[in-house]
Nanobody, 123 residues
Framework: QLKLVESGGGLVQPGGSLRLSCAASGVTLDHYAIGWFRQAPGKEREGVSCIDNSDGSPYYADSAKGRFTISRDNAKNTVYLQMNSLKPEDTAVYYC????????????????WGQGTQVTVSS
């Protein structure tokens, strides 16, 4: 059974960077697309990025384009989200998740979720 565990969150100043990791266990990760979502207090969970499992194609929300980079290391069974030029509005709990089929921006298309990691962007 697929289990996902996020790490790498923390407190960073505006303009700073963080790299989030999503480590999988129980299955071989190269069989799965993996997405990153975030949820800020009082807001709905939203898609940030997703990486395909077939050819590694990345997808980004408009808010992430040009600042975030998703990548995967199948040998380490891990997907990463490199976040640069962070803004206060990026503050949220970040979750990685595996879709039932393909990359999607819809929360409902994802059946396996990690527990989340807090990212706080503040001076």
């Amino acid at each position: 059974q697929l289990k996902l565990v996020e790490s790498g969150g923390g407190l960073v100043q505006p303009g700073g960077s963080l790299r989030l990791s999503c480590a999988a266990s129980g299955v071989t990760l190269d069989h799965y697309a993996i997405g990153w979502f975030r949820q800020a207090p009082g807001k709905e969970r939203e898609g940030v990025s997703c990486i395909d499992n077939s050819d590694g194609s990345p997808y980004y929300a408009d808010s992430a384009k040009g600042r975030f980079t998703i990548s995967r290391d199948n040998a380490k069974n891990t997907v990463y989200l490199q976040m640069n030029s962070l803004k206060p509005e990026d503050t949220a709990v970040y979750y990685c998740a595996a879709p039932d089929y393909y990359c999607s921006a819809l929360v409902s298309d994802f059946g396996s979720w990690g527990q989340g990691t807090q990212v706080t962007v503040s001076s």
